[in-house]
């Protein structure tokens, strides 16, 4: 294993790895723990105490996040007539139908997120082989599969995201960018540590979110109390 290089090892130095950090004390270090030249991006790891193997034991979501995620999504809409043109309306990147479709059957996949009004899916499902294993797939537990096509590409727009656990148990998500507030970046973990406690699934036992690191693209993270988070998210 490669030693670490020496602006991480300064940065770790920042952060006691035996403690969890109230929420607001873990936002006001992250913009100091991050070691990359650029913006980076800053992502919560939540630990489920959930077996995702087990259908009653899923996690996921969307939230909407009250200071965004520091990025402009780029979103495709599969509709046509008068929906097509809502979707255009809402800022949506590219709408279309067959000829969307043919694109992205030829390799096209300069987008981030997929819309698609129900009466469309028949023509996506054909693409389910490319999108699905991308995470692109339009889903009505998402929320993009629906005939609300304005509300849905102005959420994702302004900060929507989807969370969803993984084989491991754990929920990666990112949560905005080094450069945000300390209450910009503590309000979109709290919200999003909200959310997914809402979410918690039936067959879930014991102790259900185990734990919450937040790490910059590039840089040491720091555990957060969730307890702390949850209590931001209902002040």
């Known amino acids: 294993m490669s030693a670490r290089g020496r602006k991480y090892t300064e940065a770790a130095k920042l952060v006691d790895a035996d403690r969890r950090y109230e929420i607001g004390e873990a936002a006001a270090l992250l913009p100091k723990l991050s070691?990359?030249?650029?913006?980076g991006t800053v992502e919560a790891h939540l630990r489920l105490?959930?077996?995702p193997r087990h259908a009653d034991q899923l996690v996921r979501g969307t939230?909407?996040?009250?200071?965004?995620?520091g990025r402009s999504s780029r979103v495709i809409v599969f509709a046509q007539g008068e929906k097509a043109q809502e979707a255009?309306?809402?800022g949506a990147d590219e709408v279309g139908g067959d000829d969307l479709v043919t694109r992205i059957d030829a390799g096209w996949f300069d987008f981030d997120v997929?819309?698609?009004t129900p009466d469309m899916m028949g023509t996506v499902g054909r693409l389910g082989k490319k999108?699905?294993?991308r995470g692109l797939m339009p889903n009505p537990k998402s929320g993009t599969v629906t005939f609300d096509v304005e509300r849905a590409v102005s959420e994702i727009k302004s900060g929507r995201i989807e969370f969803k656990v993984d084989r491991a148990g754990i929920v990666h998500v990112p949560v905005g960018r080094a450069s945000f507030t300390p209450e910009q970046l503590a309000a979109n973990v709290a919200t999003l540590v909200d959310a997914v406690n809402r979410a918690k699934p039936t067959g879930a036992k014991?102790?259900?979110m185990r734990t919450l690191t937040l790490a910059p693209t590039m840089g040491p993270g720091v555990r957060v109390d969730i307890t702390s988070a949850l209590a931001a998210a209902s002040a």
Do not use: C, E, M, Q
């Open 63 to 69: 939230v909407v996040l009250p200071h965004g995620t």
């Open 206 to 208: 014991g102790t259900y």
């Open 49 to 51: 105490g959930v077996d």
């Open 35 to 39: 070691t990359s030249k650029f913006d």
């Open 131 to 133: 999108l699905g294993p």
């Open 114 to 116: 997929a819309i698609a």
């Open 88 to 90: 255009l309306r809402a």
